[in-house]
């Protein structure tokens, strides 16, 4: 059966890094969006990256554009989010999902139909 793990979370300092990574297992990612979305508390969960592992556009919220970069190794059915210059703001617990083809070529969490346990990721002093 179809399977996303997570991993990478954790507790870092601002300034600092982390890449997450989302293996998918019993499926092929091909042709499929992959997509990281992030819900800290209180707050609706929102789009953060998203890629169309067919034609490889991707997506970055424009909080994020720049600091994180979206990824795919498709010999290990793995994408990857690595988060540089993470700030205080980017805490909450991240997660990963895939959307069906055909694409809708949004990144929107009602878009994508699979999901992952999520990671925790926080920035503090």
């Known amino acids: 059966q179809l399977r996303l793990v997570e991993s990478g979370g954790g507790l870092v300092q601002p300034g600092e890094s982390l890449r997450l990574s989302c293996a998918v297992s019993?499926?092929?990612?091909?042709?499929?969006?992959v997509g990281w979305f992030r819900q800290a508390p209180g707050k609706e969960r929102e789009g953060v990256s998203c890629?169309?592992?067919?034609?490889?556009?991707?997506y970055y919220t424009n909080s994020t554009k720049g600091r994180f970069t979206i990824s795919r190794d498709s010999a290990k059915n793995t994408v990857y989010l690595q988060m540089n210059s993470l700030k205080p703001e980017d805490t909450a617990v991240y997660y990963c999902a895939l959307q069906r083809p055909p694409a809708a070529d949004v990144c929107v969490p009602l878009g994508y139909d699979y999901w992952g346990q999520g990671t925790q990721v926080t920035v503090k002093s």
């Open positions: 890629i169309d592992t067919g034609n490889g556009n991707t």
């Open positions: 019993g499926f092929s990612l091909a042709g499929y969006a």
